[in-house]
């Protein structure tokens, strides 16, 4: 087994919605960023990547690179996921926690839950999406932007079927 933690944030600027985890969330700004700064799907991706010692999001999707500009970053996850398949590894669960004061995601939570399984290839029931303020304080609080955490347990496929 292996695990791995991810950590990402993205500050508001224009626009009229936000992507986490996979779901456009309709708000009175947008993300700042490269790609679609989706901020729970980049701190998986990290997650995922420290759990198989294969470095950062940075690393395998720089931010100079005109190729991620305005990507959807499912496909990153996607891409991510791929990787830690080579590597011999399957998610065991996901758990992560977006610090946003808003907009309100516990509507959303499910939904993000499920993309994110499909694109890992997993069911949606080792996923588990949480939210919460930061009780108006720091930055998130302030509503200067928004941040995310994950928290992932890997297995290692051995003919699917032995865990160690
Ligand atoms: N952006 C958010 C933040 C929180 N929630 C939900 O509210 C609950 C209470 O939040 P606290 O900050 O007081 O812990 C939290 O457990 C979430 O269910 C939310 O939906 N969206
Ligand atoms: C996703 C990438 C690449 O487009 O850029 P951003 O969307 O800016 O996101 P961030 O989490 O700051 O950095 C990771 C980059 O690889």
Not at 8 to 15: A, K, P, Q, T
Not at 48 to 75: E, N, Q
Not at 122 to 146: D, S
């Amino acid at each position: 087994m292996r695990i791995g933690h991810g950590f990402d944030v993205h500050r508001f600027g224009e626009g009229d919605h936000l992507m986490i985890g996979g779901v456009a969330i309709p708000f009175d700004h947008g993300f700042v960023a490269h790609s679609d700064g989706d901020v729970l799907l980049h701190a998986i991706c990290d997650a995922l990547l420290g759990a198989c010692g294969l470095g950062d999001i940075g690393r395998h999707f720089p931010d100079t690179d005109p190729a991620w500009a305005g990507a959807d970053s499912r496909a990153l996850l996607r891409h991510v996921a791929g990787l830690i398949a080579e590597a011999g590894y399957r998610v065991g669960n996901l758990d992560a926690t977006v610090l946003a004061q808003a907009p309100k995601l516990a509507p959303h939570v499910a939904s993000m839950a499920e993309r994110i399984a499909e694109d890992l290839g997993i069911t949606a029931a080792a996923i588990n999406v949480k939210a919460t303020t930061t009780e108006r304080l720091g930055f998130t609080g302030r509503g200067e932007g928004i941040a995310a955490e994950a928290v992932v347990l890997l297995m290692r496929r051995v003919g699917e079927a032995v865990d160690e």
